[in-house]
C-alpha cells in the first residue's frame, strides 16, 4: 500500500473555548482529488490551513507524503487561501514576480494560465481593482505553478461564472492527469465534478466521506414537487420535514416510512385546483449536498 | 501522457526572498499616499510650522545660523526616521496580519529571515529618502550641512541603519500586538512625537531634557541624532549651538554602542517574526 499523499490523524483546532475543527481523520492517496464540501463557517478553511501547515492543530498530526508537514516546510505542497494569496497594492504581474521568488519550485507556468482565463489583459491593474473572479484566477494560476505533487485549494471557484468554471476544472483535471493530488475545499456543487472523493464537513467535523457515486447511490429517493402550497402541506413525508426551493419546484428526500403515493394524497387534498405535481429524479450533487450539510445525513 | 516541463525563473533561495519582499514593500509603500503623506509629508509640516513658531534661533551667532539651522532639521530628519520605521512598518504588518497573509506564508517555505531582512531594507530605504527629504526641505530653509571628516559618510550610513532598526523592532513589536493599523499609526506617532520632546528634540536641546543629560549619548533616539549632527555638519562650536553639553558623541565607543542597539533589536525582531508572526521557535 502506497504512502498517502496526505494524512490527518484526529486533527483538532480551537480558538480559545471555541473549536472549529474537531477530531478530523483523513487520508488522501497520491493522485486523488478529494473535495471537501460543506457551507461557509464549518470549518473548511480552517482544517485546510492545518494541512498545509499554516495553522498549527491544536491536537492530532498532519503527514505530507509520511513526513510531518512541519519537516516538509511548505517544499512539497502549494496552498491557495482565498483572498489572501494575491497583494492588493501590486499588480497581477507583480504578484507573480513576487510568488516566483519564494518557493524553489515556482514555474513559469503562470503565464500561460493567465492567458487561458482570460487575465493576461489585466495583469498590469492592481489587484485590489480586480472582481472577485479576476482574484481567483490569478490565485489559481499562481498555486498551480509551483511544481509540487500536492496543492490545497480553498475556495477555488468562488465567483469564478460557470464559463470559466469549467476552464478552472479542465486545468485542475489536467494537472491531476499529470499524477497531481488535490485537496480542494468548495461550497460549490458543481465542484463535486471533479472528486475522486468527497468528504462532507458540518459543524467542524467530517461525516461522510466516498466516492462521489456511492455517496449519490446512498441518498434516499429524490422527490421534486411543485405548486403554491405542495411544499409546505407534504413535508411530513420527507426527510427532516425538509424541501429545498430550486426555481418553481422544491425537491426533498423521501422519508423511509413514506412513498410517493402518500404525498400525492396529500396534495390532492390541499391543491383543489390540482396544479400540484409531484415526480421522481435522479439525485444531484446538489440534492447530495443538501442531504449531507443540511439534513446531515439523518436517515444513515 | 506527456507531461510539458516549465522553467523555473528563481532558485527561491534566501536572497530571492529577500529581494523579493524588499520589492514588495517598497511597491506597496510607493503606492500608499497615506503612508507617504505620514511619512515625509506630516514631519515636513511639523519642521515648518516649529521654524516659524516656535524654534527661537535669534541668540545663534550669523556665522553660525545656517549650520545650526542644519542640526535643527536633521534632529527633526531623526524624527522623522523614527516616524516612518514604526507606523509605515505597523501598519504594513498589520495588514497582512489582517488579510490572512501570513497564514500563506506559513504554507510556503520562507525564511523569516529573508522576511524580515525584506521589511528592514526597504524600511531604511523609505526611512533614508524620508530623511534626505526632510534635509532638502532644510536647506530651502536656510540649514547648511557638511560632512566633518572623509569617514562621516559611511559612518553617517551605518549610524543611521543602526538607527533605524530598534525603531522598525518596535513597529514590529506594535504590528504584531495590534489589531488596527489605524491604532498602530496613532500610537507611533504619539510615542515618537512624545519621545521628541521629553528628550529635548532628540538631544538636540540638552537643556530641555529633565533627566541627567549624559543619557542623551546613550538613549536609542538621541545617541544617533547627536552622532550624525556631528558628522553632517562642520559645527565647531558646539557650546553656541546649545547641544553641549554632555560633549557630542564621536568616537569609536559612540559607534559600538549604535551597533550594538542595531543588533540587538535586530536579534528581538528576528524573534518576534519567528514566534509571533511565522508560529515557529525562536531559534531556527
Known amino acids: 500500500m502506497s504512502t498517502p499523499a496526505l494524512r490527518a490523524e484526529g486533527v483538532r483546532k480551537s480558538f480559545g473555548n471555541d473549536g472549529v475543527v474537531d477530531d478530523v481523520d483523513l487520508s488522501v492517496e497520491p493522485g486523488e482529488i478529494l473535495l471537501l464540501m460543506g457551507p461557509n463557517g464549518v470549518g473548511k478553511t480552517v482544517l485546510l490551513s492545518c494541512l498545509a501547515g499554516s495553522s498549527r492543530p491544536s491536537s492530532g498530526t498532519v503527514t505530507v507524503d509520511g513526513r510531518t508537514i512541519g519537516e516538509d516546510g511548505g517544499e512539497t505542497l502549494s496552498f491557495m487561501l482565498q483572498n489572501a ?52 484566477k490569478l490565485e489559481l494560476a499562481l498555486t498551480l505553478s509551483v511544481d509540487v505533487p500536492l496543492y490545497l485549494l480553498d475556495e477555488p471557484t468562488a465567483g469564478i461564472d460557470l464559463a470559466m468554471l469549467q476552464r478552472f476544472h479542465d486545468r485542475i483535471l489536467d494537472a491531476n492527469d499529470e499524477g497531481k493530488t488535490f485537496v480542494i475545499a468548495s461550497h460549490r456543487p458543481q465542484d463535486a465534478e471533479l472528486a475522486d472523493r468527497i468528504a462532507f464537513m458540518v459543524d467542524g467535523t467530517v461525516t461522510a466521506t466516498g466516492p462521489p457515486d456511492e455517496l449519490l447511490a446512498s441518498v434516499p429517493p429524490v422527490v421534486r414537487v411543485a405548486g403554491p402550497r405542495a411544499a409546505t402541506a407534504a413535508k411530513d413525508h420527507f426527510v427532516g420535514g425538509e424541501l429545498f426551493h430550486a426555481g418553481s419546484e422544491a425537491r426533498g428526500f423521501l422519508d423511509p416510512e413514506s412513498d410517493v403515493s402518500d404525498i400525492k394524497a396529500v396534495l390532492a387534498d390541499a391543491e383543489s385546483s390540482g396544479s400540484a405535481r409531484v415526480t421522481t429524479a435522479d439525485p444531484t450533487y446538489t440534492d447530495l449536498f443538501n442531504y449531507h450539510v443540511h439534513l446531515d445525513g439523518e436517515t444513515n | 501522457m506527456a507531461v510539458e516541463t516549465y522553467e523555473t525563473s528563481h532558485d527561491g533561495g534566501w536572497a530571492s526572498q529577500v529581494h ?265
Open chain 2, 20 to 284: 523579493a519582499f524588499t520589492e514588495r514593500y517598497l511597491r506597496e509603500i510607493a503606492r500608499s499616499r497615506v503612508m507617504l503623506a505620514w511619512s515625509v509629508g506630516f514631519p515636513a509640516v511639523f519642521y515648518l510650522l516649529n521654524l516659524a513658531l516656535f524654534i527661537d534661533l535669534s541668540t545663534v551667532p550669523d556665522e553660525l545660523l545656517g549650520q545650526v539651522k542644519g542640526a535643527v532639521v536633521i534632529g527633526f530628519g531623526t524624527f522623522t526616521t523614527i516616524i516612518v520605521c514604526i507606523s509605515v512598518f505597523a501598519q504594513l504588518l498589520v495588514n497582512d496580519i489582517e488579510a490572512g497573509r501570513y497564514e500563506q506564508f506559513r504554507s510556503l517555505p520562507i525564511s523569516p529571515t529573508a522576511d524580515l531582512v525584506g521589511r528592514i531594507l526597504a524600511g531604511v530605504i523609505v526611512a533614508l529618502s524620508a530623511f534626505l527629504v526632510m534635509l532638502g526641505i532644510g536647506v530651502l530653509t536656510g540649514a547648511e550641512y557638511g560632512l566633518r571628516d572623509p569617514a562621516s559618510l559611511p559612518l553617517a550610513l551605518g549610524a543611521f541603519i543602526a538607527f533605524a532598526v530598534p525603531w522598525l523592532t518596535l513597529g514590529l513589536l506594535l504590528g504584531a500586538v495590534l489589531s488596527d493599523a489605524r491604532y498602530a499609526t496613532v500610537i507611533s506617532t504619539v510615542a515618537a512625537l512624545v519621545l521628541y520632546f521629553v528628550t529635548g528634540f532628540n538631544g538636540a536641546e540638552p537643556s530641555m531634557f529633565a533627566a541627567d543629560a549624559t543619557l542623551l549619548n546613550y538613549l536609542p533616539n538621541t545617541l544617533p541624532n547627536r552622532f550624525l549632527n556631528y558628522h553632517l555638519t562642520t559645527i565647531s562650536n558646539w557650546g553656541a549651538s546649545g547641544m553641549t553639553p554632555p560633549p557630542v558623541p564621536t568616537g569609536p565607543r559612540w559607534v559600538g554602542l549604535l551597533a550594538a542597539y542595531g543588533a540587538g533589536s535586530f536579534l528581538l525582531a528576528l524573534g518576534i517574526m519567528r514566534r509571533l508572526i511565522y508560529k515557529r521557535g525562536v531559534l531556527p
Open chain 1, 85 to 136: 494569496m494575491s497583494i492588493g497594492r501590486l499588480t497581477g504581474r507583480e504578484n507573480a514576480r513576487f510568488y516566483s521568488r519564494l518557493h524553489p519550485r515556482f514555474t513559469d507556468r503562470w503565464r500561460e494560465d493567465v492567458a487561458a482565463f482570460e487575465l493576461d489583459d489585466d495583469l498590469d491593474k492592481l489587484v485590489e481593482n480586480y472582481s472577485e473572479g479576476m482574484t481567483r
